[in-house]
């Protein structure tokens, strides 16, 4: 009976070797991607789109048109901001390094509730108690007009993430969250902190926890066989 062949075992330092040369390895320009990228983006915010017009469309509802929009505004920069750090992979193979997408799990939240209370000071809403239904309502429709972001920016980053795919997923997640946000920001009649934060924040930490157990899966580099 033959004995069986060792299967030779790589160098510990390995892994490290091969990621240090895929993060130095610039990103090569490719037209038919960057469109692939805008269409795919243009599609899902077009699905929260359609979903705010289904319910309504944008609207002061009791609100100033200065608290409404400029809030609405504020939160489209922080998610663009979040989007740029967290999903683009920049000019390396491997993405943005790891702390920028912690960091953007970290700071979202906090800038979502920050730039609420300086607008809310600024502007002062009408002070209208939200039940547990209303809640409810936004909770649900903040996660339905973060749902086509969601699947997009994963369709973007699938099989592209050899480190830390769970944390890139998390990421997706909090950024779709705030596309929702800002959707149910623009419809919702209801502007205490407290509602705010219940309605309209607390659906991005849920959402990134969703991405970063579905999305994560997505993105992870998986060995072909």
Do not use: N
């Not at 920069?77 to 390094?97: N, T």
């Amino acid at each position: 009976m033959s004995t069986p062949v060792p299967t030779p075992t790589p160098p510990p330092d390995l892994r490290a070797r091969v990621l240090s040369a895929a993060r130095a390895e610039p990103v090569p320009p490719r037209p038919s991607a960057s469109w692939r990228r805008t269409l795919a983006v243009c599609m899902g915010v077009g699905v929260s789109f359609a979903i705010l017009m289904s319910i309504g469309g944008p609207g002061q509802y009791g609100r100033s048109a200065a608290y409404t929009f400029v809030l609405a505004v504020l939160w489209a920069l922080v998610g663009a901001a979040g989007a740029w750090a967290a999903g683009a992979r920049g000019h390396s193979m491997l993405g943005r390094p790891a702390s920028w997408r912690v960091l953007v799990l970290i700071l979202t939240p906090l800038a979502l509730m920050l730039t609420a209370q300086v607008v809310g000071a600024v502007w002062p809403p009408p002070y209208k108690v939200a039940d547990l239904d209303k809640h409810l309502v936004c909770i649900e429709f903040t996660t339905l007009m973060a749902l086509g972001p969601f699947i997009a920016f994963t369709f973007l980053r699938r099989g592209s993430d050899p480190v830390a795919p769970r944390l890139t997923g998390a990421a997706i997640g909090a950024v779709s969250g705030v596309i929702g946000a800002v959707g149910i920001e623009l419809r919702c009649s209801h502007a205490t902190l407290v509602h705010v934060a219940l309605g309209h924040v607390l659906p991005v930490a849920l959402l990134a926890m969703l991405g970063a157990l579905v999305a994560g899966r997505i993105v992870a580099v998986r060995a072909r066989g």
